[in-house]
Structures are given as C-alpha cells and as structure tokens.
C-alpha cells in the first residue's frame, strides 16, 4: 500500500526555520489538502515531499521506503504546478508522452497512457492541438494529464487553480473531484489557499501555521470542532466571530464578563480555577439570526449591508481597533444600514478558547 509517513520533518535556510517538525500519517488513496496562510510552509512541505528540496531533519517514507536520500524521479511522484509548464511548441499529446519519452517507454505504451489519460480529462479531441490553442482550464487539464501519464505512486498539486478565473476555478475544480474518484488507490496531496477547494475536495485537511501543524481532520470535523482559535478562524468564510472577555464562573456552564458589561453564559465545561481569567467566545456568522425579546447574545448597529442575493451579510459597528461581528443571513434579509439589532445563536454553535486560543471542548 502506497502512502507517506512524515516524522518530525524540519527545514531551515541557513538560521531561519520553516517547518519544525512535521509528523503526518497518510494512508494510500487519501486526498489531503495543506492550507494555511502565506508562509507557513504549506508548498515548501509539498515541494520536500517530491525531492525538491532537501530534508533538514527528520524522516520521510513513501510506501514504507525511506526517502530522504531518493531523487524526485525515483519517489514515484508526479506534480502539477501551479504555471501550467506546457511546451508550447508541442501537441497536447506530445507534452503529454514527453516524460515518457525521456524513460524510453515503447511508442505502444505511450499511447495507451496519453490516450487513457485524455479520456479521463476528456482531451481527447484536443491531442492534435498546440498549448496556445486552449483555454486556461484545458491548459490545466493538460498539466494533469502529463502527470496521470507517469502512472505515479503519489499526486502533488500547488495550487494548480490559482491563475484560472472563478468560472474556470469552480470547473476545473469538479474535474479534479472527478478524478480523485476515478483513481481512487492514488494518494494526492494539494496545496492551496482556497478554502471552498480544500472542504470541497479533501478527505483530511492538514491547516499549518508557522511551520507546524494546528490540527488534522475531516473538513467539517475542523469547522464544527476548531482545536484552537487559529483554526476556529480560519476554517470558515466569513471568519468566526470572536469576542473577548472574562471568566466569571466556571464548571459545567461557564459564565464571561464581556466588554461593554454584558455576562454571557456559555454551555461549555470549563476547569475550577479558571475565574479571573482572559477567555473568549466564537460564534459563526452563518450560526447568528436576529432575536426577539431579551434572550440575546448581543446587540449592534448594523454599519454595513452587503446584499449578495443568495446571502445577507451585516456588519455590525465596533469601537475602534476591534473587528465588526458580522452576521450570515441566508436570503434577502429586510435590514437597513443604521438599524440596531439584537442576535442570538444556538447553544450548541458557541466556542470556547482559553486565554492561549486552546478550545474548551464540551
């Protein structure tokens, strides 16, 4: 069984450190997507993966071989980068044998390979035509092609979706859904920034942050259960909602002091001894609806409406320095800018983080 074994993997450049030690298991025909924010070691980790670069420290095995020593052509990897890297003066079907040209596979091979792979990515009726003859999104398919072709132990995508148009992103990204079932015994590994590609496409979601490793699990695992306050944040569009404040009582409902004097009580355990001490509370926008009566989390001004049609977002106003709480209404929602309104959310959608941004589970 093909899969990857990460233990304690470290990278420097010289005195700076990137990854500090990265330990993940992956099981043969998983779909893992590395998300995290602009330099935390998300692409490095996938490029030291395919041999690109080298390990500082630590231990890599694919398919239970060490390969910390291997070439990237003898790790059984093929990647797909984010530049489509087409030679332009070749046929589709030519940039797609290219490699296996280089290895010498027979002309018989070759064909079947190219051929097997354009019907996937139906590219079939394109294998005459030059690179400059495509679309951005046929470019791309091209680039998975060639990789398909090399019949590979392990997929590498950095972020292959990133130079495409929203209408290109949003096809490109089904057939790429497409494929992973179509090739279910093969690993990928997918490297993006995007969040509606890795909660749409992985069966795990690694999140990284400075170098290290914030949590690992099934996407709507990280949305409903954030081990901390980095991840409550990040996974989820709009962002979650996070208001400071203090513990005022602990044990099995725990009760916050928050700025403005409102006390909130939270049904969510917390440890004796916790009184006194910095905590916060999360609420996702899309959790919030608007409340009658004095049964109410908070209240606010409403600064902004954005009217998407398909969704209501407000923005509530919030003293300076502080970011606005927004609140997700599905539909067209009767709010003006300027109305003071009261929100509410279920029990069971609330957070709890500690002072160090670690969730308080129920």
């Given at each position: 069984m093909t ?8 990278k420097?450049?010289g ?12 099981k ?10 602009s330099?935390c ?13 080298e ?16 070439p990237?052509?003898?790790r059984g990897?093929?990647?797909?980068f984010?530049?489509?890297?087409l ?11 290219f490699?296996m ?13 190219v051929r097997?792979a354009?019907?996937?990515?139906q ?22 092609g ?14 292959p ?16 859904a497409?494929l ?20 749409t ?9 400075g170098?290290?490793?914030?949590q ?15 991840v ?23 009760t ?5 004097g ?5 049904h969510?355990?917390t440890?004796?001894g916790?009184e ?9 926008p899309?959790?919030l ?8 989390l ?13 969704v209501?977002l ?9 970011e ?7 539909g067209?929602?009767?709010?003006k ?7 509410s959310?279920?029990?069971?959608k609330?957070?709890l983080f ?9």
């Amino acid at each position: 069984m093909t899969g990857l074994i990460l233990k304690g993997i470290r990278k420097s450049y010289g005195e700076v450190k990137v990854l500090h030690g990265i330990d993940l298991d992956i099981k043969q025909g998983e779909f893992i997507v590395f998300v995290g924010p602009s330099g935390c070691g998300k692409s490095t980790l996938l490029r030291m993966i395919a041999g690109l670069e080298e390990i500082t420290g630590g231990e890599m095995y694919i398919d239970g071989q060490l390969v910390n020593e291997i070439p990237p052509s003898r790790r059984g990897i093929a990647m797909v980068f984010q530049s489509y890297a087409l030679y332009p003066h070749m046929t589709v079907y030519d940039n797609m044998a290219f490699g296996m040209k280089i290895a010498k596979e027979s002309k018989q091979e070759i064909d079947r390979r190219v051929r097997a792979a354009a019907e996937i990515l139906q590219l079939t009726q394109y294998l005459e035509r030059l690179p400059k003859a495509l679309s951005g999104g046929q470019r791309q398919r091209v680039a998975i092609g060639r990789a398909i072709c090399r019949n590979p132990k392990v997929f590498l995508f950095d972020e292959p979706l990133s130079n495409l148009d929203a209408a290109l992103r949003v096809a490109t990204r089904i057939e790429i859904a497409k494929l992973s079932e179509k090739m279910a015994d093969t690993t990928m590994i997918y490297v993006t920034h995007d969040q509606v590609e890795a909660m749409t496409l992985a069966d795990r979601i690694v999140v990284l942050n400075g170098g290290r490793v914030e949590q690992v699990g099934e996407p709507l695992e990280l949305y409903e259960n954030p081990a901390n306050l980095f991840v409550a944040r990040f996974i989820g569009s709009p962002a979650m909602n996070i208001i400071a404040g203090t513990v005022k009582a602990s044990g099995e409902i725990t009760t916050l002091d928050l700025a403005g004097g409102k006390t909130l009580a939270v049904h969510i355990p917390t440890p004796s001894g916790e009184e006194g001490k910095a905590a916060s509370f999360g609420v996702r926008p899309e959790d919030l609806f608007i409340a009658d009566g004095d049964d109410y989390l908070f209240e606010g001004k409403v600064s902004i409406v954005e009217a998407l049609g398909e969704v209501t977002l407000l923005y509530l106003e919030a003293p300076a320095g502080e970011e606005p709480v927004i609140v997700k209404i599905p539909g067209i929602a009767p709010v003006k800018k300027g109305q003071t309104l009261r929100f509410s959310a279920p029990p069971e959608k609330l957070h709890l983080f500690d002072a160090l941004g670690k969730t308080y589970r129920r």
